[in-house]
């Protein structure tokens, strides 16, 4: 009798042995096929890794499965790999790994197929004006279903604030109408193109030329500055991969970016173009993904996980802002989208293009040793130029609500010149945190080790770590004094600031409380688009992909605040900001200027980022970390604990450095370091330490991250705190 060998999704790293289901015959038996099955009290569904004679567990207490899913594997043998792959490198279980790379229906057991599910549209004939003026909401419901004239799905309606109980009363009017949709996947098309490609610059053809010349693997990092026409030179690729037959995947680090990005292939190609991200109902996701495997969708655009997308004919692969820090996934399983795709490109032997104007230390040493074709673009597109900079110290400087009067002066010149000012400060909220003006007592987040910041919109503390929010107090609860006063600025006070300085401009505000509608960026970004004169306030939202033609100014507040970082890191992220940041400034035929507010204006390393740029910055912090031995230099991956007393898992940890230095293991250049608390020690209420493990010898590391594994599963006090392992960690926090 065959057993069928499972990866189900817990946390246990191994694969579960299961009897087949009665009735099953040995052709359903194929590696990839989800099978669901009894696990404790509950009804999982695994997947089939392997068919096998013989099994440690005895036949007496096997269970059998309950039923194979599926005909045929949903994952293509090549993303199977990819997704066993992922698992082992990132030292994650198995199953839950696999189950990741589904989407969320195909993990809870519904069928491999589109729904056959009922759209409504507007009736034909159907009008607004045939509704009574009382019924505004049967109005605004009327109104978009003739905005989707193929139809909505009642799950859509929800998603845009429609009332889906509506739907029958406007059918009983014969104003709407319901219908079966079944996708097309029949359609031809003959020319690719709706409008012709842009004429390149010297730069970007022979960036295009070395990228289509390959129909095999080969990564390349495409360093081109902010303007210089990087999505121009994926078009044109995509393009040639798109007339030999095949499909692309683009990945993009924000959900924001997805609508503008879809919205600029659409305009290029005339063929179907999918998006997946986390704003999308999991009925949404699975019928683009089945798009996807069945190559119906020619462009797949998404956030880090549609790494996992199929395609049933892979051409290229895209990374958009490759150096983002939301490619990798930071809790769970902790994988990286770009590393992923580099690895997929492989299996898949196609080309991946990883693409920044500011890219990582790693790709960039990546680079160098020739393990990326490197492929340079440092012109702006037509008559652009790049945006010059401003050091503005404001030491001894006296600031409005964090401001100087000489930015105030210049922001005054350029909107009366008809153009748009953008101001950046990465803090959401009006004040970094409250605090009593008599004692000094500052409002903290109960669980965590960080304050909680002022919002006014509406009146709250928050902390941002953690969620948690509560009332702004009245009194000072360290001495019951009244005079509690916001410190600092944040973008709620500094756009307050602005709509005081300058009545006459608007000022629109980008960060996550103003965007969290649905469509709400959409709006905000067309706004912008109409050139009018106007004031942006945002956090790092903006500095990612946006295009700001009549931007000319760009105004960083705080532009020190990365400076000093206990991360490693630190001073690499907060060069890729200011840089990404100032490129908003100066498109088109407008010149721009970026003036960086900073109390360090004779820092060697600001002054070596704008005045040699990105390239000398990264030659010099690659050479101080070689000397530190840090990654890439080195291989690095973390344990994290994490209990709800102080000093715990602390203990913990040390306890695992002393078992496997002394009793289990002698590590084969393998460095330690720690355990020490965690940069925040607490965190949503629980007490967090880490243990650090180095070796410039990848493989060497891993068999040490094995064992390591094994060891902790098998230590009691693990089970009791909560443990994990992040293989190169972008986050030390």
């Not at 729904?115 to 419901?141: D, F, M, P, T, Y």
Request: aromatic fraction near 6%.
């Amino acid at each position: 009798m065959p057993f069928l060998r499972l990866a189900i999704p817990t946390p246990l790293r191994r694969l579960f042995d299961y009897l087949p289901p009665e009735g099953c015959s040995i052709e359903q038996l194929q590696p990839g096929v989800r099978v669901m099955v009894p696990f404790g009290r509950r009804q999982l569904v695994g997947v089939l890794m392997e068919v096998v004679e013989q099994s440690d567990v005895p036949i007496a207490k096997m269970k059998p499965a309950i039923a194979i899913l599926d005909a045929t594997p949903p994952l293509p043998p090549q993303l199977f790999k990819l997704a066993r792959w992922g698992a082992s490198y990132y030292q994650h279980p198995i199953g839950e790994a696999i189950s990741q790379a589904l989407p969320v229906l195909l993990r809870k057991g519904d069928p491999c197929e589109y729904a056959h599910e009922h759209l409504w549209r507007a009736a034909k004939g159907a009008e607004i004006n045939k509704l009574s003026g009382s019924a505004v909401r049967q109005k605004e419901l009327l109104q978009l279903l003739i905005e989707h004239p193929k139809g909505i799905s009642s799950d859509a309606i929800r998603a845009e604030g429609g009332q889906t109980s509506l739907l029958k009363k406007l059918e009983a009017k014969d104003l709407a109408e319901s219908f079966i949709h079944h996708p097309n996947t029949e359609r031809q098309i003959r020319e690719p193109l709706h409008e012709a490609p842009l004429t390149l610059n010297p730069e970007q053809q022979e960036a295009l030329r070395q990228i289509i010349a390959e129909d095999k693997f080969k990564p390349f990092l495409l360093l081109g500055i902010t303007g210089s026409g990087k999505t121009e030179v994926y078009l044109q690729a995509i393009e040639k991969v798109i007339r030999e037959g095949k499909q692309a995947l683009v990945l993009v680090p924000e959900i924001g970016l997805t609508p503008q990005t879809t919205a600029r292939f659409k305009a290029r190609f005339n063929l179907p173009i999918v998006a997946l991200h986390s704003n999308m109902t999991d009925r949404q996701r699975l019928d683009a993904w089945l798009q996807a495997r069945e190559g119906i969708a020619k462009i797949i655009i998404g956030t880090r996980s549609a790494i996992f997308t199929p395609l049933q004919h892979p051409g290229i692969i895209i990374i958009d802002e490759e150096h983002d820090n939301s490619f990798k996934q930071q809790e769970g399983y902790r994988y990286s989208a770009r590393d992923l795709a580099v690895m997929r490109a492989s299996y898949e032997n196609i080309p991946v293009i990883l693409g920044s104007a500011t890219p990582s230390i790693e790709s960039l040493h990546n680079a160098q040793q020739g393990r990326y074709q490197w492929l340079r673009l440092t012109q702006r597109a037509g008559n652009a130029l790049p945006p010059k900079f401003e050091l503005l110290d404001i030491r001894q400087s006296a600031l409005q609500d964090g401001l100087s009067s000489e930015l105030i002066g210049q922001i005054g010149q350029h909107l009366q010149q008809g153009t748009q000012v953008l101001v950046f400060l990465n803090r959401r909220g009006f004040a970094p945190t409250l605090m009593c003006h008599d004692c000094g007592w500052l409002a903290d987040c109960r669980r965590c080790d960080a304050h909680m910041t002022l919002h006014r919109k509406p009146l709250h503390l928050h902390c941002h770590h953690c969620d948690s929010q509560r009332p702004v107090p009245k009194a000072c609860d360290n001495c019951g004094s009244d005079e509690l006063k916001p410190v600092g600025a944040g973008t709620e006070r500094t756009e307050e600031a602005l709509l005081k300085l300058f009545p006459g401009f608007p000022v629109v505000r980008v960060d996550r409380d103003t965007t969290q509608r649905k469509n709400a960026m959409q709006q905000i970004m067309e706004q912008i688009h109409q050139g009018d004169p106007c004031i942006l306030v945002g956090t790092q939202m903006l500095a990612k992909g946006h295009h700001f033609p009549k931007v000319t100014l760009v105004a960083i507040l705080n532009s020190d605040s990365g400076l000093f970082s206990a991360d490693f890191r630190g001073m690499e992220r907060t060069a890729q900001l200011i840089l990404q940041v100032a490129g908003r400034a100066g498109r088109a035929d407008h010149p721009g200027k970026v003036v960086m507010q900073t109390h360090h204006a004779d820092h060697p390393i600001i002054n070596s980022l704008v005045s040699e740029g990105y390239l000398e910055f990264a030659r010099q912090e690659l050479a101080q970390r070689q000397a530190a031995q840090l990654p890439p230099l080195t291989n690095c991956a973390l344990l994290r604990a994490e209990a709800n007393h102080q000093s715990t898992a602390e203990r913990l940890l040390r306890q695992v450095r002393e078992d496997l230095e002394e009793d289990i293991l002698q590590p084969q250049g393998v460095q330690w370091l720690g355990p020490f608390p965690s940069p925040m020690e607490k965190r949503a209420g629980q007490f967090r330490a880490q243990l650090v493990l180095q070796c410039p010898d990848r493989k060497a590391l891993h068999r040490q991250l094995i064992a390591l594994t094994h060891y902790m599963e098998a230590n009691p006090l693990s089970r009791k705190i909560r443990w994990s392992l992040d293989v190169d960690p972008v986050d030390m926090f």
